[in-house]
């Protein structure tokens, strides 16, 4: 009884190899599961083509045209491509963007994971802390912002008052300083998303067959082991999913980053979508923001497929 | 020899229990901002340093804003998207990701990629194209809207299909040959063992919508249809905003999420591994 | 239809009055006069606290009775462009809207949202403030109704405590910063500083372009801005106003850091002195004795009250939706000369509004107000200035301010040294405009 339960998860990979099909007439089976499976997903897709994939598929479009949100798009072909090669904002934003997602993606999901870990235990008050852990996802995000550049405060803030108990020197000056900023905005980041994605995991680990812990626990596995042999493996899907969603969040990121430093100082924090944001509908150059959203979207799409590959070599 | 592992134990405990309250009341540092600043007047919000106390506690506030603003239609409004949302999303989410995680049809796979593609996508670069489309079919300015746009997100879907695939292909097996139709096997075997992932879209995609913006910005207009977020944006002015105010409406609309979330605590961690799956 | 004369008629004015009148008779205009009423609609802002379009369309209606004007509420702040530019693409925008931010006016006029108004502003008072920068290649396509100054706003009270003496409008920047110095000393309490300077980028570069011979945005040399930034920058050193790093992460608002007695000084739109009135007759603001200054000026040669100095400001402007049914357009046009013309300037000044065309009668309803400032100078700085806008009428106004508003933002957090901020600007502003 005690091989892993979890069956192979792997529809995740692209091209799938039928299963050998044991029952009666082939063609028609086929046929006939395609017509399910497609009963399935039709109700959604309907509202997803017409609502979602039509205006994204008309923003690649527009991505090749001069667009300016009114009026006529005239078609410049990859023009507006070519101009993001020698846009030196565009390189600011997308080396920010990498360099707040390197940050955000792994202390996301370690933070997320360890609170769900923890709290999915047996403790009195555990409903009261995963309450409290989502909350930061449900305060409005002005509050957030206003609170964290308070307690960031390079003059008055509580934060440097404490770090100045025992550091000597120039303090940081966080979000007012071009060295300092990322790192603040990457702080509140994972402190915003943890409990969200701590959720999820939760979710996940509901998964994970007590059995499958006790038989390990009774073989004399540590708790290390358990998490590794026994917990892990069961959660791949669900760490999939969170991995692709953090990984495509932070690349997005956009409304923090905003109500905290607005890009600043300089350009210390500018994203991408905050520059797709700017060229859009500061300066209604809709047709070049496009392009700039089609580029974000590539990397997104690169970097998930490699989660995928990855995962199914796991698989494998 | 056998006491001290239990007295490390208790300290262990203890010293979790002192870290997590810690830890809890520095997570509700903004949150409990918000509440005092809902209490003070509009000049007292921010200053250097702050003021954790409010001098005088302003309880005002808390029966102005229903004066001043229109409360009881925007929570109105705000619960009636987020609760249509919800559903469809829950429902038509779950029921797609069945389709992709347990049939098998031809293109099912690229069609999934391009749903997560989609997330790829920032809301801000394609709001035009979809608001002018929108708009021609008569919907803008209406609550409708704002139910299209976030009810067939990609996201329910991809939520639920991993969790579906954590669930043995072996117990559909089973179904299938205990003569369970695919809908049977949704409806009988698949929604029952997945609460805790839809507790976990539910709650999300409410909080989402309850919270949604920019989407009410762009297309709402009559004072009639807005929501919370859109309403209390009415009191930052050009040159003036009523800080207090729109804190106070803030502390009012997170305290309906915090109670359904506190009572729906037991579905997020509903084990399926207590329901009998065996290998 | 019943139209009513217009004080300023002049010739062309008489010209399209009876074009008007007749319907129809201008070929170029091709709009016609409808006989029945008449329904256009008014695109403003958060009506609660902005009263400023209920006003105009009242007063209007009152003197036209069959002609009724629709409002449509936008948010305020940044978000009307957002929610307008979203209507606007789709073709639902009002018939009449306010062209908000100026930075973006020569891009609704290029996306072709505008109707041409030239026979509008022709006719208007060409003291209007700010309508002779709105033409583009001769032509205009919305006109000023609005227009504040930036003055400067002091605390009588706290100049006396510290035994400073009061402006007297002959200041430069450097009497300023003095004064700042001197209050901040004088007043002698830990939280209290002579001046405050708040976030915008405008309060620094907008009197720098305003202030300094020959400086423009589209030259891409921006040079002129290093004297004020220098003179900002010692001045939070030491300590004679609140740093740019306290304003930003504490949200410091003006409201109560001038309202509160934090601050002796402030520079600000005359927006504020009907805010201010409102927030001492509340009690969200201190009663206290306060005046209005010129705003402090480069060098001598505009100081005194007998020269008029030189401040910066945006008009806002109303323009007319090109979409518009052309059985409305004459009423629209109409609509716009009201109130540009100085009858909708007396209905904005009733309600404390600093209208673009500042007569006597203007004047004299302000400060009438209760708790407007009785003093001379005040009612100087209030009437005489010559304001130039913060963002000239321009294709690349847009994209040449964000650049700069993160050269203040480098600047003022003392992230860029002054001069590297600036050529570091000058090099994006080649790279990525025009």
Not at chain 1, 45 to 65: D, H, K, M, Q, R
Not at chain 2, 91 to 96: D, E, L, P
Not at chain 3, 88 to 111: C, M, R, S
């Amino acid at each position: 009884m005690a091989t892993p339960v979890v069956d192979n998860p792997g529809a995740l990979g692209l091209p799938y190899s039928d299963p050998p099909q044991r029952r009666a007439p082939r063609t028609s089976l086929k046929l006939r599961n395609a017509l399910v499976g497609w009963t399935f997903v039709l109700p959604n897709f309907a509202g997803f083509a017409v609502l979602t994939l039509i205006p994204v598929l008309l923003l690649f479009y527009y991505s090749l045209t001069n667009w300016n949100i009114f009026g006529n798009a005239d078609w410049v072909g990859l023009d507006n491509y070519a101009r993001l090669i020698g846009d030196k904002s565009f390189h600011v934003a997308l080396g920010n963007t990498f360099y707040y997602a390197a940050f955000h993606i792994p202390l996301t999901i370690a933070a997320s994971l360890g609170l769900a870990l923890l709290l999915n235990q047996k403790l009195r008050g555990a409903a009261f802390f995963r309450t409290v852990a989502f909350f930061p996802y449900v305060t409005s995000i002005v509050a957030v912002a206003v609170v964290w550049n308070m307690l960031f405060s390079p003059e008055y803030g509580p934060i440097n008052q404490f770090i100045g108990l025992f550091v000597g020197g120039e303090l940081p000056g966080w979000t007012v300083s071009k060295d300092w900023a990322m790192p603040a905005v990457i702080i509140v980041g994972t402190w915003r998303y943890m409990g969200y994605y701590m959720l999820l995991f939760l979710a996940g680990l509901q998964t994970v067959p007590a059995e499958l812990h006790e038989a390990a626990r009774i073989d004399g596995a540590s708790v290390w082991q358990r998490f590794w042999n026994v917990t892990l493996p069961c959660l791949r899907p669900t760490m999939f999913f969170v991995t692709v969603m953090v990984t495509i969040e932070s690349f997005k990121v956009f409304d923090l980053i905003l109500v905290m430093t607005e890009g600043g100082p300089g350009q210390a924090t500018l994203v991408l979508s905050q520059y797709i944001w700017q060229k859009g509908f500061e300066q209604f150059e809709l047709g070049y923001a496009s392009s700039v959203a089609v580029v974000l979207f590539l990397i997104c799409i690169g970097v998930t497929v490699v989660q995928f590959l990855y995962n199914k070599r796991r698989d494998a | 020899m056998a006491a001290r592992p239990t007295a490390l134990r208790k300290t262990g405990r203890v010293l979790l229990y002192l870290g997590m309250i810690a830890a809890a009341a520095g997570i509700l540092l903004p949150f409990a901002w918000m509440v005092i600043s809902s209490l003070k007047t509009n000049n007292q919000v921010f200053t250097a340093p702050i003021e954790w106390v409010p001098d005088p506690f302003r309880w005002s506030n808390y029966v102005d804003i229903w004066i001043k603003g229109d409360m009881v239609t925007w929570v109105r409004n705000t619960m009636t998207v987020s609760v249509v949302v919800t559903v469809l999303q829950v429902v038509t989410g779950s029921f797609a990701a069945y389709g992709f995680a347990k049939t098998r049809f031809p293109g099912r796979d690229a069609l999934f990629l391009l749903y997560i593609g989609t997330i790829a996508v920032p809301w801000a670069s394609y709001m035009i194209p979809q608001f002018q489309m929108l708009s021609s079919w008569g919907l803008a300015n209406t609550l409708y809207s704002i139910m299209l746009l976030q009810a067939f997100g990609a996201f329910g879907v991809f939520l639920m299909k991993q969790y579906y695939e954590s669930i043995p292909d072996s117990l559909c097996e089973a179904a299938r040959i205990d003569g369970l139709s695919e809908y049977g096997i949704w409806w009988r075997i698949m929604l029952p063992l997945s609460v805790p992932a839809l507790a976990s879209l539910t709650i999300i995609t409410f909080v989402t919508t309850w919270n949604d913006y920019l989407g009410p910005l762009i297309y709402l207009r009559d004072r009639e249809l807005w929501t919370i977020q859109l309403g209390l944006q009415r009191f930052v002015g050009d040159y003036n905003a009523e800080h207090a105010l729109i804190m106070t409406g803030s502390v009012l609309s997170v305290l309906p999420i915090a109670i359904v979330f506190l009572l729906g605590q037991r579905y997020f961690i509903q084990g399926i591994a207590t329901t009998g799956v065996k290998g | 239809m019943n139209r009513k004369t217009i004080a300023t008629v002049g010739a062309a004015a008489a010209a399209s009055l009876a074009l008007t009148a007749c319907g129809g008779g201008d070929a170029s205009s091709g709009s016609e006069e409808p006989d029945g009423p008449v329904t256009i609609s008014l695109a403003g802002w958060d009506f609660a606290s902005t009263p400023e379009f209920e006003t105009l369309a009242t007063a209007y209606e009152e003197q036209n009775e069959d002609v009724t004007v629709e409002l449509t509420e936008y948010p305020a702040g940044e978000e009307y462009d957002t929610a307008l530019t979203a209507d606007l693409a789709a073709g639902t925008a009002p018939d009449v809207f306010i062209v908000k931010n100026l930075k973006n006016y020569v891009t609704f006029q290029e996306g072709g949202t505008l109707l041409d108004i030239s026979d509008v502003a022709a006719e208007l008072d060409p003291a209007t403030g700010g309508l002779e920068a709105m033409a583009v290649d001769g032509a205009t396509y919305a006109v000023p109704y609005r227009q504040d100054s930036w003055l400067l706003y002091y605390n009588k009270a706290l100049f006396d405590q510290a035994g400073v003496d009061h402006p007297d409008g002959s200041w430069t920047w450097d009497d300023y910063a003095d004064a700042a110095a001197e209050l901040t000393d004088g007043i002698g309490e830990d939280d209290v500083t002579g001046a405050y300077l708040h976030s915008w980028q405008s309060t620094v570069q907008g009197f720098a372009l305003a202030q300094t011979e020959g400086a423009t945005l589209d030259s891409g040399d921006f040079g002129f801005l290093a004297p004020y930034y220098e003179r900002q920058l010692a001045m939070q050193d030491e300590g004679s106003q609140p740093t740019y790093a306290t304003v930003t992460t504490n949200e410091l608002a003006y409201q109560s850091q001038f309202g509160t007695q934090k601050s002796a000084m402030v520079t600000m739109g005359s927006w504020y002195i009907g805010t201010l009135v409102a927030e001492q007759a509340s009690g969200d603001a201190d009663e206290f004795e306060w005046g209005l200054a010129p705003a402090p000026q480069f060098d001598e040669s505009t100081t005194g009250t007998d020269n008029t100095p030189v401040t910066f400001g945006d008009p806002t402007t109303m323009g007319i939706n090109a979409g518009i049914d052309d059985a409305k357009v004459a009423t629209a046009k109409d609509f716009l000369k009201f109130a540009a013309g100085p009858e909708g300037a007396a209905a904005l000044a009733e309600i404390g509004i600093t209208p673009a065309l500042i007569d006597d009668t203007v004047a004299d309803t302000v400060f009438a107000l209760d708790g407007v400032p009785q003093d001379d100078l005040s009612r100087f700085a209030y009437t005489t200035h010559e304001t130039l806008p913060e963002n000239p009428v321009g294709a690349d106004t847009a994209a040449i301010q964000t650049i700069l508003g993160d050269l203040h933002s480098a600047v003022m957090s003392e992230s860029d040294p002054v001069d590297d901020a600036i050529a570091d600007a000058q090099e994006r502003a080649a790279n990525e405009v025009g």
